[in-house]
């Protein structure tokens, strides 16, 4: 029997291309930090096709980011809730949005940089909202809460993946000490950061507030 060619090998590969294993190998191209790796090129190599096959499923390199980035959505929010509380349950579900973001440096960057609007971050939203209103908010409260979560979700990827943790001991180096007391006073703690454990004060600083600012009487 005859060995496969190259380019039957290539052939069978273009025949088993799909969306899933094209996003599959994106987020192995994302685990970079620099999202401009992402190109239809670098996918298809990853897929083992041209360039052309990728084009048959996605059609620029703008959807192929936001599959890729919205995937992770989808995957966190398909996952198992801990928590015995709607609360306990978001917070769960935001660290586990958070990490998936963290491990893809490059998705992280992404979404950072731009709006991810699918499947994934409609189920993100939605489960949000759901958490929210068992939590006892309702009305413009869900959403405004919603949003506020998804501002900090943003601003914590950007500065986990921009951002170490130790320049902001050079913010004391800036002026002489008696110009800055406070900060001088408090410099350790805030440039010992530990991201997730401020992301999730942070959270919860939200959900005390919304919860107070919508319960009846407030």
Known sequence: MAKPTK?????????????????????VVLKSNDPSALTMR????????????IYHHVNDKSQLATLAVDSLFLAAAQGPRKGEDWRERLLDFLQ??????LETPGAGMIFVRQAIIGPGTA????????????????????????D???????????NDLTRPPQIREELGKQL????????????????TRDG????????????????????PGS
């Not at 506020?148 to 950007?158: D, E, Q, R, Y």
Request: proline share 2%.
């Open 42 to 53: 670098r996918v298809a190599e990853e897929c083992g096709v041209s360039a052309m096959a």
């Open 96 to 101: 586990e949005v958070r990490r998936r973001l």
């Open 7 to 27: 380019q039957t090998k290539k052939t069978n590969q273009r025949r088993d291309l799909t969306v899933e294993k094209i996003v599959e190998a994106s987020l």
């Open 176 to 191: 002489a000490p008696e110009e800055t007391p406070i900060l001088q006073k408090n410099m350790k703690i805030y440039a």
């Open 148 to 158: 506020a979560i998804t501002m900090l979700l943003i601003g914590s990827i950007a």
């Open 123 to 146: 189920t993100t939203t939605e489960l949000m909202f759901d958490c929210l209103r068992e939590g006892g908010l309702s009305g413009h409260a869900i959403a405004q809460a919603s």
């Open 196 to 215: 997730s454990e401020r992301f999730m004060l942070a959270i919860g600083w939200i959900l005390d507030g919304v919860v107070q600012a919508d319960a």
